[in-house]
């Protein structure tokens, strides 16, 4: 299965500190994004990262890629109470498929 | 920012009768999507949608689903007779081409009682 995995499972973090979440994957992948979705709502896309690319910045969020290790990782900097929510991983296959990880639960503790 | 509208935002529907849900997505995307989330699972794929014909489905999106984009707006998922185990978040999402990101509806929450 193409699946990404995410870890940790769960994460629980002071305010301020930075959150580390980690993706793996098993295919070749022309792009990895991360989402974020708040409990029971939508997903939002935060960031886009090619394969071609290996490190991409948007605001607090810094995300790395390693297509050697078929892995990404999601920094959060300074992370705030309002951070608080799932993060998935997904990646879109050479053979234009996408697919979700199982998702990070960030808590973030005011 | 444009979005993506999804209605109803929740769906409670008998087994064994069908449901249209309803998914506005972005007018200049190109591609478009539903997937589902059963509570407290994992994001999954069914199907995509490019140039009026379906271009990748899952397993999941068997011959009880169908998609339809009616008139150029609308992007709808059928699910002919519903069963208890198809209760879940349905997504609806766009994008404009690969080198975008997919823009996520809010979804719609099916129960199905």
């Known amino acids: 299965s193409q699946q990404g995995e995410e870890d940790p499972q769960a994460l629980s973090i002071q305010e301020g500190e930075n959150a580390t979440m980690n993706c793996s994957y098993k295919?070749?992948?022309?792009?990895l994004q991360w989402y974020r979705q708040n409990s029971g709502r939508g997903l939002v896309h935060l960031i886009l990262?090619?394969?071609?690319?290996r490190e991409k910045h948007s605001g607090r969020l810094r995300v790395t890629l390693d297509t050697s290790k078929k892995s990404s990782s999601l920094l959060i900097t300074a992370s705030r109470a309002a951070d608080t929510a799932s993060y998935f991983c997904?990646?879109?296959?050479?053979?234009?498929?996408?697919?979700f990880g199982t998702g990070t639960s960030l808590t973030v503790i005011p | 920012e444009p979005e993506v509208t999804q209605t109803p935002s929740h769906q409670v529907t008998q087994m064994g009768q069908e449901v249209i849900l309803r998914c506005v997505p972005i007018s200049n995307h190109l591609y478009f999507y539903w997937y589902r989330q059963i509570l407290g699972q994992k994001v999954e794929f069914l199907v995509s949608?490019?140039?009026?014909?379906?271009?990748?489905k899952s397993e999941i999106f068997d011959d009880q689903f169908s998609v339809e984009r009616p008139d150029g707006s609308n992007f709808t998922l059928k699910i002919r007779s519903t069963k208890l185990e198809d209760s879940a978040m349905y997504f609806c999402?766009?994008?404009?081409?690969?080198?975008?990101?997919?823009?996520f509806g809010s979804g719609t929450r099916l129960t199905v009682v």
């Open positions: 999402a766009s994008r404009r081409d690969s080198s975008y990101g997919y823009t």
């Open positions: 990262i090619r394969s071609n690319e």
């Open positions: 997904a990646t879109e296959t050479t053979g234009n498929q996408f697919y």
């Open positions: 949608f490019y140039n009026n014909e379906i271009s990748e």
């Open positions: 295919t070749s992948i022309n792009n």
